[in-house]
């Protein structure tokens, strides 16, 4: 098996993806408002598949030794730099989950629950029980269980999938639908998240796509039942983001019902 294999079997699921209705039904601030609010759990989590990548592909304990895998780690540090560190057009230094925060700060968003989901866990309380505790939807907490179950499972070829097949990998193409459909006054209104989106685009599909892809390829070598776990997550990944997608999309639908 290798990585044609899974884009061959990952493709329809894929196109439903880039293809769902959500896109096209985020035209006003209002609209755009809600999906953040949404959306932003799947940010936080995409931070923490990058972080778990990390801690499972580098040495971040003293006194240092040498990594097995120097290629994967090498990889996942690229990443790291400009997710976690990236430097903006304004010089600003931020991780992409505080320039997501910054978005929504500029159009009014709601970031309470976030913030106080975050605090709690910086107090060291457990975070599965922040996310099941907390007063979210439960397709919110059905997504955010399954990203840390494969976080879980401190497999690195598991969580690599996951975040290349669920995320690094789909990301422009959506990205690119939200940002078609909104109008120039919307997009000058909330110019930091289409900023947001737009670096994304560039980082995902110029650089950080093809090397997830190259990780997988390191943390699997030629053995088939990683290849075989990396498909299923895969897949389970992208119909999960469909998941959310959808019911994003029926909250959208139910506010124009009620308005």
């Given at each position: 098996m290798n990585l044609q294999n899974i884009i061959n079997h990952i493709k329809s699921s894929k196109k439903l993806l880039v293809e769902h209705e959500l896109y096209r039904k985020i035209s006003s601030l209002d609209d755009l408002k809600m999906f953040m609010e949404y959306h932003i759990y799947a940010v936080w989590d995409f931070m923490?598949?990058?972080k778990a990548l990390q801690v499972n592909l580098t040495n971040i304990n003293n006194p240092w030794i040498p990594n097995s895998n120097p290629k994967a780690a090498r990889f996942i540090n690229e990443i790291v730099l400009e997710e976690e560190t990236d430097e903006l057009k304004n010089g600003e230094v931020m991780s992409h989950f505080e320039l997501y925060i910054s978005a929504m700060d500029q159009i009014g968003a709601n970031t309470h629950i976030i913030y106080s989901m975050i605090e709690k866990i910086k107090q060291g309380k457990n975070y599965r029980s922040v996310i099941n505790e907390c007063n979210i939807p439960e397709e919110i907490k059905d997504f955010l269980n399954f990203t840390f179950d494969v976080i879980e499972s401190g497999e690195p070829h598991k969580i690599a999938s996951a975040f290349t097949f669920g995320r690094e990998n789909v990301i422009p193409d959506m990205f690119i639908k939200i940002v078609k459909n909104l109008n120039q006054t919307n997009s000058n209104k909330a110019s930091t998240f289409v900023y947001y989106l737009?670096?994304?685009?560039?980082?995902?599909?110029?650089?950080?796509?093809?090397?997830?892809l190259k990780m997988i390829?390191?943390?699997?070598?030629?053995?088939?039942?990683?290849?075989?776990?990396?498909?299923?997550?895969?897949?389970k990944s992208i119909e999960m983001r469909i998941k959310l997608w959808s019911f994003i999309l029926e909250?959208?639908?139910?506010?124009?019902?009620?308005?």
């Open positions: 923490s598949l990058l737009e670096r994304h685009i560039e980082l995902d599909g110029d650089d950080h796509g093809p090397i997830a390829e390191s943390l699997c070598g030629d053995d088939f039942y990683k290849w075989e776990d990396v498909k299923k997550i895969a897949k909250k959208l639908k139910y506010e124009y019902t009620v308005n």
